[in-house]
């Protein structure tokens, strides 16, 4: 077989990666711990996809690369003094750490989500979802997954984080504790946002949880919740269960105006503010907010 001049076959010359194929590669590295095994005990040859990564594999130190790999952790972790996800969800991962659920394995698994993906640094610097949004995504879903065997004692890891009396101890069992972890990643997701919301203008990334308004003074939001979840973020939960409803649910809001964040449940009468059907309700309890400085 005989090749044109100038072809890479004759030539020796292998064509480089571009840009984009050079990022993807350094993060399917920063992020995949087993083709880094690979990588450190069968050589470039058994993991590059062609003589492009070949070439730049061969040049990769595994020391470094072991070490960014975990600087790469901790800055998704931690992201600086006041963002990231273990600031973002005390609560949740309180809970889970005491069901037996370990930090590293949420930041591996979260790793490796289609969820990661649509944060906004990865794989590239464009537009995309906070890492706070992104990672609530992949919680809730794996809190769902490891519904009924993983997480069968989360039942008693949430209540230590909730408790509301000996006499209520959580006969209710796992179904209501797994209510109440949801919620928390809810409840921690939507206050990480509503602080951005205050701190960060104009964002810099997007926002895909439905239901935030924009208001005179900002934004806001409602959400209902069970009433034991709310009392779980109460720092005196006992007193907390007491004063809310008996109802079933309670109505929650979060508001973002430039005096800060504001949040706690609310009654009916203001809970009408967010109603998509204009109503005299709604604009008695808009006009009652806007008294407050939060409309």
Not at 17 to 34: F, K, P, V
Not at 131 to 145: C, I, M, Q
Not at 203 to 209: K, T, Y
Request: glycine share 10%; net charge neutral; proline share 4%.
């Amino acid at each position: 077989m005989s090749s044109a001049p100038g072809d890479a076959r004759t030539s020796g010359r292998v064509e480089q990666l571009n840009g984009s194929q050079l990022a993807d590669l350094l993060m399917r590295l920063l992020l995949d711990e087993r083709l880094r095994a690979r990588l450190a005990g069968e050589g470039p040859a058994a993991v590059a996809s062609g003589p492009g990564e070949l070439e730049c594999l061969e040049t990769v130190d595994l020391a470094e690369l072991d070490s960014a790999a975990r600087q790469f952790r901790t800055a998704v972790w931690k992201m600086g003094r006041s963002g990231g996800i273990a600031s973002a969800f005390p609560r949740s991962l309180r809970i889970l750490a005491a069901a037996g659920v370990k930090d590293a394995e949420l930041l591996t698994g979260f790793l490796g989500s289609e969820e990661f993906g649509r944060f906004r640094l990865v794989p590239y610097a464009g537009r995309g979802l906070s890492v706070e949004e992104a990672f609530a995504s992949y919680l809730l879903g794996f809190v769902a997954a490891q519904r009924d065997h993983r997480l069968a004692s989360v039942g008693a890891a949430a209540g230590a984080d909730a408790t509301v009396g000996a006499d209520a101890a959580w006969s209710a069992g796992a179904s209501e504790a797994h209510v109440v972890l949801r919620e928390t990643v809810t409840h921690e997701l939507m206050t990480a946002l509503f602080t951005a919301l205050v701190c960060e203008q104009p964002l810099s990334f997007d926002i895909a949880v439905e239901g935030i308004v924009t208001t005179g003074r900002g934004h806001a939001a409602l959400r209902r919740y069970a009433p034991r979840s709310v009392a779980s973020w109460s720092d005196r939960p006992a007193t907390a269960a007491r004063r809310e409803s008996p109802g079933p649910v309670v109505s929650y809001a979060y508001f973002a105006t430039p005096a800060g964040v504001t949040r706690g449940a609310v009654s009916a009468q203001l809970a009408a503010a967010f109603e998509t059907t204009p109503s005299a309700e709604g604009d008695a309890a808009r006009r009652a907010l806007c008294g407050r400085g939060l409309w």
